[in-house]
């Protein structure tokens, strides 16, 4: 039977030590708000949670069409805001091998058509199950508004402005920039030139 080791060395860390670095990680790209994909993502949220509160605010779910918008309204929103987080604070970077300007571009153009379909489905069915002039037809009419400036935000969202030969993401920022030039090319890392006009470390 083996023996117990006489001396055992053990290392201890403290948890506020290991919380710092990963809050220092998740610091928002204020540059990707300012760019126009960030701009159309949010006119994206806006728009989409508009559709959604004002079709949930009528009795929606007497009436099977509504039940097509709100789950496209809802659901775009949703994955709308997964792809705002992940590049407001620059995690797409950590996931590479994803290639996010052709899963931005598919989501795009299967959101154009959902959305299409939510306004053809939102108003045929506003004068078939509202009074005219009463609240929720009001309501309903301004959802299908909402749900037909969807597709024209979609559109002007796709993430090609700027990408170079190979690139597979979209740097916003000077740092971005500098950190994919030097993961893609370490040379740039070690040369004096790159340091100056990236200002690495």
Known sequence: MAEFPSKVSTR??????GAGASVSALRPDLGFVRSSLGALMLL???????VWALIADTPHYVYPAYGWVMF???????VTIIFFVLYLFQLHMKLYMVPWPLVLMIFNVGATVLYITAFITCSASVELTSLKGTRPY???AAA???????PAV????????????GLTRLPWSEA??????????????????SQ???GLP
């Open 154 to 165: 979609c559109r002007g969202g796709g993430p090609t402005r700027g990408l170079g030969p």
């Open 138 to 140: 009001n309501q309903r």
């Open 44 to 50: 994206q949220l806006v728009l989409g949670l508009l």
């Open 144 to 150: 299908s508004v909402s749900t037909l400036a969807g």
């Open 72 to 78: 496209v309204a809802v659901f775009l929103w949703l």
């Open 12 to 17: 201890t860390s403290s948890p506020a030590q």
């Open 176 to 193: 971005g920039r500098c950190r994919l030039l030097s993961s893609r090319h370490p040379s740039l890392r070690a040369s004096q030139g």
């Open 196 to 198: 100056a006009t990236c």
